[in-house]
Structure formats: structure tokens, C-alpha cells
Nanobody, 122 residues
């Protein structure tokens, strides 16, 4: 029923920009918060950014502030993650998730996408 499909991940060079998209279906998109998380090889799933249902409140983890921006287009049922000035440390599988409120912890989210691989080379 609930489906989240990420896209846009690819191999890029350090300093490049990339825009990830997450297309949602199966629920009232504008009523729920959306989040982006990432998981590097051999590590846990870490918070990246979150946005409230209306788009009025956003959070970004310190390591991406000033470089990444989360946004959403409720008319298109899509959430985005604009990533600028990419660094090798950003290499990870990026996951989109939905939950009731824009919290910073993975446990606050109920449904997850399949992930999209972002690789940043030197």
C-alpha cells in the first residue's frame, strides 16, 4: 500500500551536486513528515534531514548544513534532497522515510523506501 521510491543516486566526483527524489504513494502525503537517512558501508543508518508535512519545518544534521537542502512538492507527492559540494564522506545508500512528525531518529518513521546509492569519488 504505502510505497516510497527513491531515485537520482549515482557516481559523482567530490564537489559535484546531485538531487535525490522520493516519490510517495498509498497515503495522504501532505499529512506526514518525510525524512532522509543514509547508511554507509559497515555503519548504521544515520539521520540526514527531515521536513514537516506542510514543509514549514526542516531539520538537517550538522555535517550537511549549508550543503544539503530537503524540500517537498505536495502536489507531486515527492520529497527531494538537493546535495551540493558533495564529499567522499557522503557516500552511502540514501533512504527516504515517512512518519507522523519530523523527528531526527529512524525509530520515528514507519515506512521506508528501497534506497538509492550515492557514491562520491575523489
Amino acid at each position: 500500500q504505502v510505497q516510497l521510491v527513491e531515485s537520482g543516486g549515482r557516481l559523482v566526483q567530490a564537489g559535484d551536486s546531485l538531487r535525490l527524489s522520493c516519490a510517495a504513494s498509498g497515503f495522504t502525503f501532505s499529512s506526514f513528515a518525510m525524512g532522509w537517512f543514509r547508511q554507509a558501508a559497515g555503519k548504521g543508518r544515520d539521520f540526514v534531514a527531515a521536513i514537516s508535512g506542510s514543509g514549514g519545518v526542516t531539520y538537517h544534521t550538522d555535517s550537511v548544513k549549508g550543503r544539503f537542502t530537503i524540500s517537498r512538492d505536495n502536489a507531486k507527492n515527492t520529497v527531494y534532497l538537493q546535495m551540493n559540494s558533495l564529499k567522499p564522506e557522503d557516500t552511502a545508500v540514501y533512504y527516504c522515510a515517512t512518519g507522523r512528525t519530523a523527528y531526527r531518529t529512524a525509530y520515528a518513521y514507519d515506512y521506508w523506501g528501497q534506497g538509492t546509492q550515492v557514491t562520491v569519488s575523489s
